[in-house]
């Protein structure tokens, strides 16, 4: 994650209007989404989503023109130039990959500005406009009015932290957040769980169609399929494999199959151990692919070696040098195939509107040049790289095919490729129109004889139930699925309660409890108020590392429970439990602050303050220890730190002990 690069401080002595000027020149004149060139535009290119070929657009239209699905009329002024403005600013701020959420907020407050006879200026909103974009942002449906106002209030706080306006207090949207469909408690719940999983009867199909395929579009969907029953992985990121994907273990590792993978949603790219069950699976997937998408492989090689030149096939080799070419000829360049004339006319005349050259009588014929030229402009819009990931070339890539490969009724191009995108996989696992699914195309059916239709999400939810039902960790989980944040696993948490208590139920069953002993024959030492008071406290509770003075009674914990950092801890020599919790934190603190440091290192947004902040607790913990391992320092005494590492250390008999916080070195006072 790159730091942001735009910073706006409003200006006391400027007005709201004033300021909001000078934020949109800055803005204007930005890189980030490519503002400096298109910010007078009202549709702009904002690059490309991983794994799809089409571009990502934003377009600044009207509430009501986004509804039908329009492209104008676009937002009024002045709101239009700041909607602009803030869009770039608050990607620079906090980056999501579609803007279509953020957009949709600053349309229902600029709505909510008209309906409110504000004129549309951003200046004139207030408590009563965000309340009645919230109002239009709840006629869509409640999950996206949700994440919609969310936006909303981002907005308003960072208009509020700018002087743009002034809200009386801080304002809350109110929406409550729609109830997840994952509670194991209900049979509606259990329903949506299950409508996520794929069948029985497509399971079947998908081995069986694996086996079966021949054809290059069969071989290389269902081959996909095969690698994302390998590990759960996004489609996106089963679209940006490497041609060298497959690693052979060394080490720990040897005799294991593992794949690269590209990470997503800020999970690093990794390689991912395979089950050994699934090492053949992989292997003939991976070779299957590399081999239907070998001919596409080479002309993007050439084309990235040969970047002005049309490549020409070995049967059209002898026409490199031939200045005109007839219909004939371009059909042997374009299709491999010289009968097919009236389609290489269209090709020639309508879709490129080349300009004819007479070859005598009724004969024309197309300059080569102008052939090349329009072959040429047919490479992907990202070439030499793949769309969404610019660090991946095109030749290096599983995910191309030459052009209408994959259609089944259209001549292949032998001189151009395309990159396989999301829709040209997907379309394949449903029931549409124009074409059949590949369940259709070998004759399967769902049990009931209904037409199976395959989400590509689903098989990432099945691997997800596997590894659930089979006793992976939270965590483990998170790693194997490709996840930064544990929490994200409840998506695709499909155990009901009877599974969840399975595995306790059977434990008990086996004995789990038999050897522990009864809790009544503990000696538990038990610290008395009386033995408190004596120690001169009025309130005291205890921590992982000692015990606090601190009274909650009069005001709460100001350390929000951070207890090592705290000067109102006293920790007791001798015990043990506590003095093994502290060994515990200097470990998990000198893990994070390694973390800390290497996202330092990459510059990460915040980064400086965690190693701040994990330096001076690896440090107080450090000394804390130092003290309670020193054999000077008798069983018993009290250990205090001030918040400046010095320690003051009593016990009921000894003096206490001062540390110089230059040297560490410790004298009797």
């Not at 001549?411 to 151009?416: D, G, V």
Request: with cysteine; aromatic share 8%.
């Amino acid at each position: 994650m790159s730091a942001p690069v735009l910073n706006f401080t409003p200006r006391a002595e400027l007005g709201p209007l004033a300021n909001l000027e000078a934020f949109v020149r800055l803005c204007r004149d930005s890189e980030v989404l490519g503002a400096k060139s298109q910010f007078d535009k009202n549709v702009w290119d904002v690059g490309y989503l991983k794994g799809q070929n089409k571009v990502n657009r934003a377009v600044f239209s009207t509430l009501e023109a986004s509804r039908k699905n329009e492209p104008t009329p676009s937002m009024p002024h002045p709101f239009l130039d700041f909607a602009k403005a803030a869009l770039v600013y608050l990607h620079d701020k906090r980056a999501v990959e579609s803007q279509s959420v953020r957009i949709a907020a600053l349309r229902c407050l600029e709505a909510a500005l008209r309906e409110s006879s504000k004129g549309s200026r951003p200046t004139a909103v207030d408590e009563m406009v965000l309340d009645s974009a919230v109002e239009l942002a709840q006629q869509v449906s409640p999950g996206v009015a949700y994440r919609i106002a969310g936006q909303i209030k981002y907005i308003a706080e960072f208009m509020c932290t700018k002087g743009f306006i002034s809200l009386r207090q801080r304002w809350t949207h109110g929406l409550k957040k729609p109830q997840e469909p994952g509670s194991r408690i209900s049979k509606e719940a259990l329903t949506a769980r299950q409508e996520k999983l794929p069948s029985a009867a497509t399971l079947r199909a998908l081995g069986a169609i694996f086996f079966e395929a021949i054809e290059p579009a069969d071989v290389l969907v269902s081959s996909n399929i095969g690698l994302m029953l390998c590990a759960p992985e996004r489609i996106n990121e089963l679209l940006r494999l490497r041609r060298n994907c497959l690693v052979e273990g060394d080490g720990e590792y040897r005799g294991k199959l593992g794949l690269r993978w590209s990470g997503s949603k800020g999970f690093e790219d990794t390689t991912k151990w395979l089950p050994t069950e699934m090492v053949p699976i992989a292997r003939q997937a991976v070779a299957n692919i590399i081999k239907v998408t070998t001919p596409a492989q080479k002309l993007a090689a050439w084309y990235t070696a040969n970047p002005t030149k049309l490549y020409l096939h070995e049967g059209a080799t002898h026409l490199r040098n031939v200045k005109v070419l007839t219909c004939p000829q371009i059909s042997l360049i374009l299709w491999g195939d010289e009968t097919i004339n009236k389609p290489a006319n269209v090709w020639a005349q309508t879709t490129n509107n080349l300009p004819k050259q007479s070859l005598g009588g009724q004969r024309i014929g197309f300059l080569f040049e102008d052939v090349e030229r329009a072959v040429l402009a047919m490479l992907p819009a990202t070439f030499p790289s793949m769309p969404g990931a610019p660090e991946l070339l095109c030749q290096d890539s599983m995910a191309v095919m030459r052009t209408n490969e994959l259609h089944g009724e259209r001549a292949t191009y032998l001189c151009m490729f395309s990159c396989v995108d999301y829709t040209a996989l997907t379309t394949r696992f449903g029931v549409y129109e124009d074409r059949k699914s590949i369940f259709e195309r070998f004759g399967y059916v769902e049990d009931n004889g209904s037409p199976i239709e395959l989400q590509s999400h689903s098989l990432r939810h099945y691997l997800n139930m596997l590894a659930q039902t089979g006793g992976l960790s939270s965590t483990e989980i998170a790693l194997f699925s490709g996840r930064k944040d544990v929490k994200q696993n409840r998506a695709y948490d499909h155990m009901s309660s009877d599974e969840v208590q399975a595995p306790i139920s059977q434990a008990l069953k086996d004995g789990f409890t038999s050897e522990l002993e009864p809790v009544l024959s503990l000696r538990l030492n038990l610290i008395t108020r009386g033995e408190f008071k004596g120690l001169g406290l009025t309130a005291a509770h205890t921590t992982g590392y000692g015990w606090c003075a601190h009274d909650f009674a009069s005001e709460p914990c100001e350390m929000y429970r951070d207890c090592i950092n705290c000067a109102e801890q006293e920790c007791i020599k001798g015990e043990t439990q506590k003095e093994a919790n502290l060994q515990m934190l200097k470990s998990e603190t000198e893990y994070l602050l390694k973390q800390a440091r290497e996202a330092l290192s990459e510059e990460e947004y915040g980064a400086d303050t965690w190693v701040k902040h994990q330096s001076i607790t690896l440090e107080r913990v450090n000394a804390l220890l130092s003290i309670l391992e020193n054999p000077e320092v008798p069983a018993g005494a009290r250990i205090r730190l001030d918040v400046r590492n010095a320690p003051l250390i009593t016990t009921n008999n000894a003096h206490p002990i001062k540390v110089s916080k230059i040297t560490r070195r410790k004298t009797l006072a």
